[in-house]
């Protein structure tokens, strides 16, 4: 039985890779997708400057957009999936939860809250249960869960191979990102070509914060957040999919380097049909991985290791991973995934 869903923001570029993703996963059937004011009314085809490498699926493509709110959103619709703003969805996502539809999100807002999952399912598919937190606290009978950053996501799986097998103390990351994180039009060619830039807005604190309460411990309560300093390095560079990341971890015990590349490439994935075959792949040769040759494993759902080295206080390695699929709209598609074979829809 197919679970219908709905789309929050679909006309931009998540939204995009969100159609992608749904229109030939067996769970889910499209039956709604929201826009701005300026869009409602039009045909899909119409309202979207379409620029995924594939046509537009045609039942999509004549579906009517409507707008951003609940009472526009037929209520047989199960599932909603926002891409929103952080702004925009800090705004109206509490009140699609409040009409008991249940929402999986990849907006940055309230991903720190108490009571709202923040999940990576291979990693902490037992955080999904907060909803039940959320809705005792907060009198919905909708649900609000979140994915991480999309930077936070590529590095937290193998982070958290090397937690089981040896403990984390500290870790420090140094990012190579992607144009396509920022959207469309988020970085201008002139900013970028032939350049590289330093600073990406509110992104090191998200990955210092994230990845704590990521690989923190549910007790049926609450989530206790991992006790390990995290700092972050952000920068943009001139790739269009896929970002790469060097990762320093302190261990608290003693791990040598081919214990954890076995401990990342024994790492389980799930039975979704999102997730991959192999969650963490690593790498024998120390030039990868690479974006253009490696962001599209397992579909673009894969994480991919290389370069692991011994430091004076643990283990030292790059990690990638595509960061509008893992990162983003396939991180809130296996969100949705879970949450259908948890029993929350």
Known sequence: MTVSVGILGATG????RLIQLIDPNPDFEIEALTASESSVGKTYREASKWRIDMPIPDDVAETEVVATEPDAVPDDVDLIFSSLPSSVGEAVEPDFCEA???VS??????RADDDVPLVIPEVNA????LIEVQRDERGWDGALIKNPNCSTITMVPPLAALDEAAGLER???ATLQAVSGAGYSGVSSMEIIDNAIPHIGKEEKKMETESRKLLGEFDGAEVHWHGADVAASCNR???IDGHLENVWADTEEDLSPSAAEDAMTEYPSLDLPS???QLIEVFDEP???QPRMDRNLGDGMTVSVGGVQETSHGLQFNCLAHNTLRGAAGASVLNGELLLDSGYL
């Not at 570029?13 to 995009?16: I, L």
Request: hydrophobic residues 30%; charged residues 20%.
């Open 237 to 239: 560079i001139a790739t």
């Open 13 to 16: 570029a998540v939204g995009q």
């Open 275 to 277: 997730s991959p075959d």
């Open 105 to 110: 999100s990849n907006s940055s807002n309230a």
């Open 287 to 289: 030039d990868r991985p």
């Open 100 to 102: 008991g539809y249940v």
């Open 126 to 129: 037992d955080h999904m249960d």
């Open 171 to 173: 870790i420090e990351v």
